[in-house]
């Protein structure tokens, strides 16, 4: 073989090698961040590392979930508090689910969608548990003055927190209703 056949195939072998090093350069100081378009409990967390991401989803997600449940009937009023619900929820593991779902696609798909602005729509919601019994005791103390009145039913005053359009998890799923930690 002359030298002139094997100079194509060497500087085509050094482009490719190039190349392959310049995309797992470029995906590497980017794999630390959360990518465009994931939202957490309707939190948008677009390009924030973890440690942030977790901030801004705790100081957002505790002012909704610290407001307590609110039960009207005649002229008596219940409470039941995020601490007497014993309300608890696991910020960190959604962010980290988040960032699992920002490095989907591969080395190959994930410098494509960065460097053409793609986006991930994702909305994940956290597992937001609470005790039962704190429930069953706030119920049955409105059910006990409830027997005996003869006035309209009682009511719940509490806003719902906002949700997101269509939450979901980072395998796909919907997160449903809260589940109860029972102890």
């Known amino acids: 073989m002359s030298k002139k056949s094997l100079i194509i195939p060497a ?26 378009g994931i939202t957490i409990a309707g939190i948008d967390v677009s390009g924030l590392p973890p440690a942030q991401a977790t901030e801004r989803v705790q100081s ?40 699992a779902r920002s490095e989907d696609g591969g080395v190959l798909g994930r410098t494509v969608r960065r460097l053409t602005d793609g986006r991930i729509e994702a909305q ?33 005053t509490s806003p719902s927190p906002p949700r997101s359009s269509r939450p979901q998890r980072s395998d796909g799923s919907s997160p449903g209703r809260a589940r109860s930690g029972r102890r």
Not at 125 to 149: K, Q, T
């Open 60 to 99: 957002g997600l505790v002012d909704r979930l610290e407001r307590p449940v609110v039960v009207v009937h005649d002229k008596r009023t219940w409470r039941l508090t995020a601490r007497e619900a014993r309300l608890r929820t696991d910020v960190d593991r959604v962010v980290a689910d988040a960032l």
């Open 124 to 156: 994940l919601e956290p597992d937001v548990a609470f005790s039962d019994r704190a429930v069953v005791r706030l119920v049955d103390r409105v059910r006990r003055a409830a027997a005996g009145s003869r006035s309209r039913p009682p009511h719940c």
């Open 11 to 36: 500087v085509l072998l050094v482009l490719v090698l190039a190349m392959t090093g310049t995309v797992l350069a470029y995906d590497g100081g980017r794999s630390e961040r959360i990518a465009p």
